[in-house]
């Protein structure tokens, strides 16, 4: 049974930092592409960051510069390091695991960052 469990979230004043993990079982993680998604009261969910299985990485816009996104293939878990949090930054955060080429694809349950403005 595939797990993504995600962890870290919190109430972080704005300009503080957390640290998000997702840490994974039932799956090869080193195969797999890793993504942090979030999802704001009243909005769609949108793509924070990836990490393909080479370590590639890619940014949303709204995050570069002050979120980093990191794996450790030993310890099967996903990291997002989130510094000059934001109030905007405000959402729950899920963890998304793809197997590229094959169709399999999941999602943790999410955990809750706020941002108090």
């Known amino acids: 049974q595939v797990q993504l469990v995600e962890s870290g979230g919190g109430l972080v004043q704005a300009g503080g930092s957390l640290r998000l993990s997702c840490a994974a079982s039932?799956?090869?993680?080193?195969?797999?592409?890793m993504a942090w998604y979030r999802q704001a009261p009243g909005k769609q969910r949108e793509v924070v960051a990836d990490?393909?299985?080479?370590?590639?990485?890619n940014y949303a816009d709204a995050v570069k510069g002050r979120f980093t996104i990191s794996r450790d293939n030993a310890k099967n878990t996903s990291y997002l390091q989130m510094n000059s949090l934001k109030p905007e930054d405000t959402a729950v955060y899920y963890c998304y695991a793809r197997l590229r080429g094959v169709g399999a694809d999941y999602w943790g349950k999410g955990t809750l960052l706020t941002v108090p403005s």
């Open positions: 039932g799956i090869i993680f080193r195969f797999y592409d």
């Open positions: 990490i393909d299985r080479s370590d590639s990485v």
